[in-house]
């Protein structure tokens, strides 16, 4: 195919994207997402032509701007720079023109400024190090071990199997599986290698001949050279002077050797000299080999390590020093052994709340903190600057299924962060980032939606609606495989179904979890629950989507008989009192306080449409209202509609209901007398203020640092550009 029917051919697939986010695809609704997913592939099977999809993306964008299209910006850039870090070489000035379009972006409101800004830092740091973007990549996703670059990634998928088929796991399982055959740690190592020497070298790259001087060579040469060439762009990356013609030389040099390994033997690999150390950036200690959140979770007993003092031996006086500079370096002796001192049964001193400030800085989600536990400083060596201890890791945490996954997690993350608060090890070393897929499989067994029909299935999903309704391109590529993942599982094992399941979900979820990058917050709601029986205790949990109250049927006879002529004269239900938290456009409190008959009430915490405010509870009660006629008495139903934060609801004719959150039936209360919504406040606020009112017992208000605090506790779930407004 000439250049210009490829040309034409990309620009047409283009179009149909962008009109596909209008909604004006004929196929739109059976085949959103695949429209992005065939144009990369198309690239992927002919990467030459790259810089012909860049070109006209990058006309696009400018187009977009020009006519105020802004709907498309976002796509249109994720989609052009996944297509640039993959792809072998690009013009830096095709580049430049895109980190010029980045630059504008910083003028726009937020996402655009937001997402302009991070990728103009990528494509300044890729047009000086052709092929940094890709490395990087490869080495995180990968767990290669990289001294100059020691940052790895992990993702983990999260399907519930009582909520989804068998069918889906296995096909989960499987898809995985196989996309691991072909990333072996050498054959990533060979791709980031190729990748550098064409981004920087260009037409001048054999492309061949380097295929196979690396696929002759032992898996420790290729080792060798892939440290090589790791060291030489982050080199390049991270020098203030450092243009690409010399960037280029390094990997020049490093090219030829490797060829000429191919001709004269593998022996004269071992006469090489390394590159100078001075190219080098400072190694980052890499605190965990295997990156696994079971053994972070278990190396929390570093914090209780013994702490030795050391006795200084050394006078000051030159003449006094070791004769040789090794000795310093040199293991103790017995005789320093014997010299250390140890503390023992010392009374533990209290932290006061200004002592104790770091470990709640971690517990803010802020930048990495200083370890309480503090290393000896050995003679000799210099200490290790503060700023080192780095989130080197990050676990991407892809959840599949619907609301009642969500639910799940709210619980597990409100947990974790009680856990960071009293003892911090996982925030600080470790860096959370949460997606969700919504897949429906039509199982519907829960109490908030047993009365429903298989139509209704989207009330499962209402933060998937939220998501696509505030970012479209989440609404294209993610909310698509809502009822694509369950077709795939199911179809027939063919080499087309193979072709598709193994690609097309694990590339999805790949480019989902790299390109989706701006989180939206969803507010976290605390619930306590009061039984029936006083000696129950209550009980505490949490809610992100929904909570729902029924009447309980279920109640013994002599309630019954007792209740039955009541219920007769007053309608079917039970008599609530309802005192609520007012919400305001001028965000002063107003409590409201009220009596009615209810048969049951829903709480959304996810609202309808996205013009509608997020951190706020939308009840719905319906109320049961006497009606007089000739004909008689007859009742009728009422919805009452109110806006909080806050709300407490009881029943005062001590007629139990039951109580489901999330929509999840597993997580229902019966028995139920009364219960108290309000957001979940953050752990490490609570605790920091509890120990601020210890020495301000008169102050009613936030003061000192509590005021700097984030105060709710807030769900990020990542998406390609947040909420556009």
């Not at 047409?12 to 959103?32: F, K």
């Amino acid at each position: 195919m000439e250049s210009t029917e490829v040309e034409s051919d990309i620009l047409r697939r283009v179009r149909t994207l962008l009109r596909e986010l209008d909604g004006h695809h004929p196929a739109c609704q059976c085949d959103r997402g695949m429209l992005r997913w065939t144009l990369h592939k198309k690239i992927d099977q002919n990467p030459s032509n790259s810089s012909i999809l860049v070109r006209i993306l990058v006309k696009e964008l400018e187009r977009a701007e020009r006519g105020d299209f802004r709907h498309y910006i976002v796509p249109l850039l994720h989609t052009l720079m996944y297509t640039l870090i993959k792809a072998p070489c690009i013009s830096d000035e095709l580049c430049g023109r895109v980190y010029d379009f980045c630059k504008k972006l910083l003028t726009l409101p937020k996402p655009f400024c937001t997402i302009g800004l991070d990728y103009a830092i990528r494509l300044k740091m890729e047009r000086t190090a052709p092929g940094m973007l890709y490395q990087r990549m490869v080495i995180s996703e990968q767990s290669l071990k990289s001294d100059p670059y020691p940052y790895q990634e992990k993702i983990f998928i999260f399907a519930d199997p009582e909520l989804l088929s068998e069918a889906i796991c296995n096909a989960l399982v499987t898809d995985t599986e196989a996309a691991q055959v072909s990333q072996s740690p050498r054959a990533c190592m060979c791709y980031v290698i190729i990748h550098a020497m064409q981004a920087a070298l260009g037409e001048g790259c054999d492309i061949s001949s380097l295929k196979a001087s690396l696929q002759d060579m032992a898996t420790s040469d290729v080792e060798h050279w892939f440290r090589q060439v790791v060291a030489a762009v982050e080199c390049s990356g991270n020098e203030a002077s450092a243009d690409r013609g010399r960037h280029a030389e390094r990997l020049e040099k490093i090219y030829r050797t490797v060829l000429s390994s191919l001709q004269a033997g593998k022996e004269l690999v071992l006469f090489i000299r390394p590159m100078s150390q001075s190219c080098e950036p400072d190694c980052l200690s890499q605190d965990l080999d295997n990156f696994e959140i079971q053994d972070i979770i278990s190396d929390c007993e570093c914090y209780e390590q013994t702490r030795f003092s050391v006795l200084s031996t050394d006078s000051g006086i030159e003449r006094d020093l070791p004769v040789a500079v090794e000795e310093s370096y040199a293991p103790c002796s017995a005789e320093t052994e014997q010299s250390r001192l140890h503390r023992k049964g010392g009374i533990k001193k209290k932290l006061s709340p200004l002592e104790s400030v770091t470990f709640l800085q971690a517990g803010c989600n802020g930048p990495g903190v200083k370890s309480p536990a503090k290393l000896q400083r050995r003679p000799g060596i210099p200490p290790e600057p503060a700023g080192l201890l780095q989130r080197l890791h990050t676990a991407r945490i892809v959840l599949l299924g619907d609301d009642r996954i969500l639910g799940r997690l709210a619980q597990a993350y409100h947990s974790l962060r009680k856990r960071e608060t009293r003892r911090v090890f996982l925030t600080p070393r470790l860096n959370l980032q949460f997606y969700y897929i919504p897949v429906v499989t039509g199982q519907l067994n829960t109490l908030a939606v047993m009365d429903h029909t298989a139509a209704d299935q989207e009330e499962l999903c209402e933060v998937a609606g939220y998501l696509g309704r505030v970012d479209p391109w989440y609404k294209s590529n993610i909310n698509t495989l809502c009822h694509m993942i369950p077709k795939l599982a199911t179809m027939p094992s063919s080499p087309s179904k193979h072709l598709v399941t193994d690609l097309f979900i694990t590339d999805v979820i790949a480019y989902y979890v790299r390109m989706g990058i701006q989180p939206v917050c969803f507010q976290v709601y605390a619930v306590k629950i009061f039984f029936n029986d006083p000696a129950q205790e209550p009980a505490e949990d949490v809610f992100l989507t929904e909570m729902r109250t029924q009447v309980q049927e279920s109640i013994s006879y002599r309630e019954l008989s007792m209740t039955k002529k009541k219920t007769t004269l007053d309608g079917p239900g039970i008599d609530l009192t309802v005192t609520y938290r007012k919400v305001v456009v001028s965000n002063r409190a107003k409590e409201l306080a009220m009596s009615l008959r209810s048969t049951g009430l829903v709480m959304k915490a996810v609202p309808a449409n996205e013009a509608e405010d997020l951190m706020c509870l939308n009840v719905n009660i319906t109320e049961v209202v006497r009606i007089n006629n000739l004909s008689g008495r007859s009742f009728s139903a009422v919805a009452n509609k109110l806006k909080t934060r806050n709300i407490k609801i009881r029943s005062t004719e001590q007629r139990p209901f039951t109580v489901c959150l999330d929509k999840d039936s597993r997580r229902a209360y019966r028995n139920v007398i009364s219960v108290e919504v309000s957001p979940c406040l953050e752990p490490s606020y609570c605790l920091q203020k509890t120990r601020t009112m210890k020495f301000n017992l008169h102050e009613t208000e936030d003061v000192g640092l509590v005021k700097y605090m984030p105060k709710s506790l807030l769900l990020p779930i990542n998406t390609f550009a947040g909420v556009i407004q």
